[in-house]
Every structure is written in structure tokens, then in C-alpha cells.
């Protein structure tokens, strides 16, 4: 049997920083074997799951059930322990039980998890950043959101743009901003998740001067849509935060370019097609899945010279495996270098099809998308789960939590010569050394 590689190119597998893979709790839009095979089928080699589950990961019990269900994974994960009000008792249990990192959800969303007190974040992050994990942040104040809200369903608004009217992005500044100082104040490292708007990126840019260990994410979906899509295509788009105005999104594209703005997360929300395409934008779930697609569609963008191959592999990989301690990334000299491998065809053209995902939740904004560069093969750690744009079934149960992977012993690479020393910084990453 061989293997041909003639004019592909050869990527570190993606790593992304934000999917809701719904098991335990609502495996009808989601669950653990059908979300890692969107990834694996997508070049992600890496994906961080985040705790809006049920139960949601706020405690070690729950802990547990998710490490069961994640048995079945195709792709190594790192989980998301959660960060409420009431579970200050549970980060160190959590810690020690294995998550990868915390979420903190400052806006409502899906699962009705309430957002935690300032008074709790603090002690929070007090408590976390003495072991080093960071801290992802859903940055949107609940209170004001809600408030907000409510005022335009009680003036009847049901149209797709009200969704977007609910939540101003000059609002999110202040939770990036509070967010910000807490993690001045404790010490603690923090990311920014799903960034819509220009605004955000102001209090991002400032506190990353004032030395504060702060990253941030954007969206394909922020990159590639703007308010023309809430008449294009109704209630699916909607998503927290909102698509926003084209303003929003070259500011958005600026902030890739000029590093304000670390990575490219998909925030990978699947829901029922029943639950997304309701008449009225107020009932339709908020999200979409993403995982899948993240890859073509920016591959896309590199050759459409919207973005350089090396700012891909930066955005999609090396900055998430650095901000979240996978840097050497899993033992390896370098992202990829331990064989977590994207293989791409940049001359392929494919057309996104919502059926032919394999991700449970079917409906996608991205539905019709023409596609030109899409990742063919996908292997973690050496071996294919993905090949020839097929899953490689018997792979379930491949994929590792990364503290795990990283607690394995590494051979010593036997030449580590002055600039390999500098690209890696010595030795270890941040996770596990605290
Ligand atoms: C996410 C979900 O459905 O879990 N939805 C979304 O609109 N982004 C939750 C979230 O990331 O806030
Ligand atoms: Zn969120
Ligand atoms: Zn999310």
C-alpha cells in the first residue's frame, strides 16, 4: 500500500479552541463520536470542549461523565471545566481531575448557565491562576443583555436583525474590559472567545499592552458574514455573539492581520434543524456547527490572498497550542511535529453541503459555500482518522485528552540545536507546570 502525497501541502492539524460537543445531556444535536468526526474530517487534530453540557461540567462528578463520553473521540480534546458562582469549592478537584482549562460564562447562552458574580470571577481566577490554566471567557454582560432583550420582544420585534439590535457590540467592551482587570489584578491568563466587533478589540489591545496574558478568538462566521445575512438567511444565522456590520468585520480582519486577534476558533454550536429554523428569530437555538468547515473555508481565504498560509497556520495552530500549553506542542518540537497533520489540497473545489457533514447538527450558514483548498487526509498522533476525505471509522476511541498526552514520556530529541531551542523556549510548555 502506498501513500501519495504529490502536490498537497502538509499542515499542523488545527487546534480549535471552542466546540460544544452536547453529550452529556443533549446527544440530539450532538454527541462525542459524530463532533469528532466533524473534526477529524475537517484537519482539526485538536478540539477544547466546552462545559454548557448537562450536567454542565461545573463539578468532578460531571468531570467524569464527560471523560466517559469522550471515550468515543476521534481527535484529542482538552475539556473545559466550568467557572460559577457556586462551584469555587470544585477548580481545584477539577484541576486535579484533569480539565485543560476554564470557562466562564459572562453572558447568557445556551443551557442557562448564570453568569457568574465579579466578586466570584475574582476568587476564581485567584484560584486557577495559581496552576497556570487559562481562563476563556464568553465576554457579554448577561444583565444588560437580557434587559435589552426584553424590551424588543415587548415591542414585538420578531425580524432576524433584532437578534443583532439585542446585543450592541460596544456593550461587550465591558466585559472584556472587567475581565481584564481581574486578570491584571490575580495574575490569571484569560481568552477572549468568539470576538464579533472592532469594539472589542480596544480594551484587547490595551490590556495586552498593560502585559496582561490575554488572547482572543474570532469566528469564520464573523469573518465571512455581515448584517446582509439576518435577510439572507434568517433565523440560522443567529449565533451570540451576533454577525455583525461590515465595519465590524474589517476591523475583525485587521485585528487578524496585526496580531490583536491570536486565533481562529469555530465556537462549533450544533442544534437541531427543528430548533434553528424557527419563524421567529427570539425561538431559533443560537449557533451553528463549524468545526467541519473552519479549515476549507479558510484555506479559501488564503487563496483568494485574503491571508497568508503561514497566518493560517499561526492563527489555526501555533497560537492555540501556545496559549493553551500544548507549546512545545504535545511534546513535540514544534505544532504538528508529533504527527497531528492536516494534509490539504489547495487546488481542491468542493461545494459545502449541510447533509453530508457528519456533524449531527445539520443546519450551517456556510450551506452552499463554494470551497477551493480543503484538508484531505487528517492524522493524530501518526495515525490517519481521516483519509481521502473519508472518516476512518475504527479510529473512534483514538483520540486523548491532552493532559494526558502530555503526561506520557517523551523520547529526547537527541540534536536540539540553538535555534530549535529558541523556537520551543527551552523545554516545557504552560500546562502542568504551574
Ligand atoms: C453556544 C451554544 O449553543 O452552546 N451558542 C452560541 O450562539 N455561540 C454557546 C456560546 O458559545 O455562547
Ligand atoms: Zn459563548
Ligand atoms: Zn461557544
Same mark, same amino acid.
Given at each position: 500500500?502506498?501513500?501519495?502525497?504529490?502536490?498537497?501541502?502538509?499542515?499542523?492539524?488545527?487546534?480549535?479552541?471552542?466546540?460544544?460537543?452536547?453529550?452529556?445531556?443533549?446527544?440530539?444535536?450532538?454527541?462525542?463520536?459524530?463532533?469528532?468526526?466533524?473534526?477529524?474530517?475537517?484537519?482539526?487534530?485538536?478540539?477544547?470542549?466546552?462545559?454548557?453540557?448537562?450536567?454542565?461540567?461545573?463539578?468532578?462528578?460531571?468531570?467524569?461523565?464527560?471523560?466517559?463520553?469522550?471515550?468515543?473521540?476521534?481527535?484529542?480534546?482538552?475539556?473545559?471545566?466550568?467557572?460559577?458562582?457556586?462551584?469555587?469549592?470544585?477548580?481545584?478537584?477539577?484541576?486535579?481531575?484533569?480539565?485543560?482549562?476554564?470557562?466562564?460564562?459572562?453572558?447568557?447562552?445556551?443551557?442557562?448557565?448564570?453568569?457568574? %458574580?465579579?466578586? $466570584?470571577? @475574582?476568587?476564581?481566577?485567584?484560584?486557577?491562576?495559581? !496552576?497556570? +490554566?487559562? &481562563? #476563556?471567557?464568553?465576554? *457579554?454582560?448577561?444583565?444588560?443583555?437580557?434587559?435589552?432583550?426584553?424590551?424588543?420582544?415587548?415591542?414585538?420585534?420578531?425580524?432576524?436583525?433584532?437578534?443583532?439590535?439585542?446585543?450592541?457590540?460596544?456593550?461587550?467592551?465591558?466585559?472584556? %474590559?472587567?475581565? $481584564?482587570? @481581574?486578570?491584571?489584578?490575580?495574575?490569571?491568563?484569560? !481568552?477572549? +472567545?468568539? &470576538? #464579533?466587533?472592532?469594539? *472589542?478589540?480596544?480594551?484587547?489591545?490595551?490590556?495586552?499592552?498593560?502585559?496582561?496574558?490575554?488572547?482572543?478568538?474570532?469566528?469564520?462566521?464573523?469573518?465571512?458574514?455581515?448584517?446582509?445575512?439576518?435577510?439572507?438567511?434568517?433565523?440560522?444565522?443567529?449565533?451570540?455573539?451576533?454577525?455583525?456590520?461590515?465595519?465590524?468585520?474589517?476591523?475583525?480582519?485587521?485585528?487578524?492581520?496585526?496580531?490583536?486577534?491570536?486565533?481562529?476558533?469555530?465556537?462549533?454550536?450544533?442544534?437541531?434543524?427543528?430548533?434553528?429554523?424557527?419563524?421567529?428569530?427570539?425561538?431559533?437555538?443560537?449557533?451553528?456547527?463549524?468545526?467541519?468547515?473552519?479549515?476549507?473555508?479558510?484555506?479559501?481565504?488564503?487563496?483568494?490572498?485574503?491571508?497568508?498560509?503561514?497566518?493560517?497556520?499561526?492563527?489555526?495552530?501555533?497560537?492555540?497550542?501556545?496559549?493553551?500549553?500544548?507549546?512545545?506542542?504535545?511534546?513535540?518540537?514544534?505544532?504538528?511535529?508529533?504527527?497531528?497533520?492536516?494534509?490539504?489540497?489547495?487546488?481542491?473545489?468542493?461545494?459545502?453541503?449541510?447533509?453530508?457533514?457528519?456533524?449531527?447538527?445539520?443546519?450551517?450558514?456556510?450551506?452552499?459555500?463554494?470551497?477551493?483548498?480543503?484538508?484531505?487526509?487528517?492524522?493524530?498522533?501518526?495515525?490517519?482518522?481521516?483519509?481521502?476525505?473519508?472518516?476512518?471509522?475504527?479510529?473512534?476511541?483514538?483520540?486523548?485528552?491532552?493532559?494526558?498526552?502530555?503526561?506520557?514520556?517523551?523520547?529526547?530529541?537527541?540534536?536540539?540545536?540553538?535555534?530549535?531551542?529558541?523556537?520551543?523556549?527551552?523545554?516545557?510548555?504552560?500546562?502542568?507546570?504551574?
Amino acid at each position: 500500500e502506498t501513500f501519495d502525497a504529490t502536490g498537497l501541502h502538509l499542515l499542523p492539524g488545527a487546534i480549535d479552541a471552542h466546540v460544544h460537543y452536547r453529550e452529556p445531556g443533549y446527544t440530539h444535536k450532538e454527541d462525542w463520536r459524530t463532533g469528532t468526526a466533524a473534526a477529524a474530517m475537517g484537519g482539526v487534530t485538536t478540539v477544547f470542549e466546552m462545559p454548557n453540557t448537562n450536567p454542565p461540567t461545573a463539578t468532578v462528578e460531571a468531570l467524569r461523565l464527560k471523560q466517559k463520553a469522550a471515550e468515543k473521540a476521534y481527535v484529542d480534546f482538552g475539556l473545559y471545566g466550568l467557572l460559577a458562582e457556586d462551584n469555587l469549592d470544585q477548580l481545584e478537584a477539577l484541576i486535579e481531575g484533569g480539565v485543560a482549562a476554564f470557562k466562564c460564562f459572562m453572558g447568557n447562552t445556551f443551557g442557562n448557565l448564570p453568569s457568574p %458574580s465579579t466578586g $466570584a470571577m @475574582l476568587e476564581g481566577f485567584e484560584i486557577i491562576a495559581r !496552576h497556570g +490554566l487559562r &481562563i #476563556s471567557l464568553h465576554a *457579554e454582560t448577561a444583565s444588560i443583555m437580557a434587559l435589552r432583550q426584553k424590551k424588543l420582544m415587548e415591542a414585538g420585534r420578531t425580524d432576524p436583525l433584532a437578534h443583532l439590535a439585542s446585543r450592541p457590540a460596544v456593550v461587550a467592551t465591558e466585559a472584556v %474590559s472587567r475581565a $481584564a482587570v @481581574l486578570a491584571e489584578w490575580t495574575g490569571a491568563r484569560i !481568552h477572549i +472567545l468568539h &470576538i #464579533s466587533s472592532g469594539d *472589542e478589540l480596544r480594551p484587547l489591545r490595551d490590556a495586552k499592552a498593560r502585559g496582561v496574558d490575554i488572547t482572543g478568538e474570532t469566528c469564520p462566521h464573523y469573518l465571512l458574514f455581515d448584517e446582509n445575512a439576518y435577510t439572507d438567511l434568517g433565523p440560522i444565522i443567529r449565533v451570540n455573539p451576533p454577525v455583525r456590520e461590515k465595519h465590524h468585520q474589517r476591523a475583525l480582519w485587521e485585528g487578524l492581520k496585526d496580531g490583536t486577534i491570536d486565533m481562529i476558533a469555530t465556537d462549533h454550536a450544533p442544534h437541531d434543524p427543528e430548533e434553528k429554523t424557527r419563524e421567529v428569530i427570539w425561538r431559533a437555538d443560537c449557533g451553528f456547527p463549524g468545526v467541519e468547515t473552519q479549515m476549507a473555508l479558510m484555506l479559501t481565504q488564503v487563496n483568494a490572498g485574503s491571508l497568508s498560509l503561514t497566518d493560517y497556520v499561526r492563527l489555526s495552530s501555533t497560537a492555540p497550542a501556545k496559549a493553551f500549553g500544548l507549546f512545545p506542542h504535545k511534546g513535540a518540537l514544534v505544532p504538528g511535529s508529533d504527527a497531528d497533520i492536516a494534509i490539504v489540497d489547495l487546488g481542491r473545489r468542493e461545494t459545502i453541503r449541510a447533509e453530508a457533514l457528519h456533524s449531527r447538527g445539520k443546519i450551517t450558514p456556510f450551506e452552499g459555500f463554494e470551497v477551493v483548498g480543503v484538508p484531505v487526509h487528517t492524522l493524530v498522533r501518526g495515525r490517519f482518522v481521516m483519509r481521502d476525505r473519508k472518516l476512518i471509522e475504527e479510529a473512534t476511541g483514538w483520540g486523548l485528552s491532552v493532559t494526558r498526552v502530555q503526561a506520557m514520556p517523551k523520547p529526547e530529541p537527541r540534536h536540539v540545536d540553538e535555534t530549535t531551542a529558541a523556537i520551543t523556549g527551552g523545554k516545557s510548555g504552560q500546562a502542568g507546570s504551574s
